[in-house]
């Protein structure tokens, strides 16, 4: 019988060698043994990912970082997801793979305008699977942002079991660390 965790890296294997059409990049995702292409993210989206590492970077204490991009793994699980930002040890970084997924203690995804249930539906089934104590939606489309946080078992299975919404121009409590939403751009122009 085929384990999870090979269905899970020949699925890897496989997503490496394809050539996307435009307009996705050679970025991939796992998840429910199926390829996720990404498509290139767009300077707004971008922009906030890069805003918000700066903004969080002087929170954390030494030997933790705030970095935008780098795909995380929980093999066993088969799930690989690229966030657009993530907290972790600097140590975790220490590797020619994806990085933990037990090692993140945040995960912060700007919508996408073309696939917003990835973010909202997907990723809310997976990050507590992988274990990530944290999960923060940002939504350029809307000007909100979503966070969740505190895992427990639902129907067998791993959840966020708190969530709060949040508008732009919010300061969002994730921990101890504190994330202010005002100036995040959004799509069409607003913001900084």
Request: hydrophobic share 35%; glycine share 8%.
């Amino acid at each position: 019988m085929t384990t999870r965790e090979e269905i899970y890296r020949h699925l890897r294997e496989y997503a490496a060698h394809l050539t996307p059409p435009p307009p996705f990049s050679h970025r991939f995702e796992i998840s429910g043994n199926t390829i996720v292409m990404m498509m290139s993210p767009a300077g707004r989206h971008e922009r906030a990912a890069w805003m918000l590492a700066h903004q969080l970077q002087p929170q954390l204490p030494d030997g933790v970082i705030a970095h935008t991009g780098g795909d995380v793994e929980d093999a066993s699980l088969g799930i690989l997801r690229r966030p657009d930002l993530v907290v972790l040890p600097f140590a975790a970084t220490d590797t020619d793979d994806a990085f933990p997924a037990d090692a993140v203690e945040l995960a912060v995804e700007i919508v996408s305008p073309s696939n917003p249930e990835n973010d909202y539906q997907d990723k809310i089934r997976d990050y507590p699977a992988m274990g990530i104590p944290h999960y923060l939606i940002i939504d350029p489309r809307n000007g909100t942002a979503h966070h969740h946080w505190r895992i427990v078992t639902k129907d067998g299975r791993p959840a966020y079991d708190n969530h709060v919404a949040y508008a732009f121009g919010d300061k969002i409590p994730v921990g101890s660390w504190t994330v202010d939403t005002a100036g995040l751009p959004r799509y069409g122009g607003e913001g900084a």
